[in-house]
């Protein structure tokens, strides 16, 4: 297996923040229904309301706020 290497992302306060408030709850939510897929199946069923609540929980700005760091960073280049 290949090793991977990540860029070293800095955050604005602001964007630490955020993640901070988002990030939690996202990830225990995540690792909740991963079991419940595992275990219980239902994963094609349930799959639109899933990504529904990940959006609810903010996933969309998450995503926002990492891809900025990563779009400050390769500018830095």
Do not use: C, H
């Given at each position: 297996m290949e090793d991977e290497n990540y860029p070293s992302i800095f955050f604005e306060p602001e964007e630490l923040d955020e993640i901070n408030k988002i990030e939690p709850e996202l990830l225990k939510y995540v690792n909740t229904q991963r079991?419940?897929?595992i275990v219980d199946g239902?994963?094609?069923e349930n799959w639109d309301q899933y990504v529904s609540?990940?959006?609810k929980m903010g996933l969309n700005r998450l995503m926002e706020i990492y891809q900025t760091a990563l779009d400050r960073y390769n500018s830095n280049l």
């Amino acid at each position: 297996m290949e090793d991977e290497n990540y860029p070293s992302i800095f955050f604005e306060p602001e964007e630490l923040d955020e993640i901070n408030k988002i990030e939690p709850e996202l990830l225990k939510y995540v690792n909740t229904q991963r079991g419940k897929f595992i275990v219980d199946g239902g994963v094609n069923e349930n799959w639109d309301q899933y990504v529904s609540t990940l959006e609810k929980m903010g996933l969309n700005r998450l995503m926002e706020i990492y891809q900025t760091a990563l779009d400050r960073y390769n500018s830095n280049l």
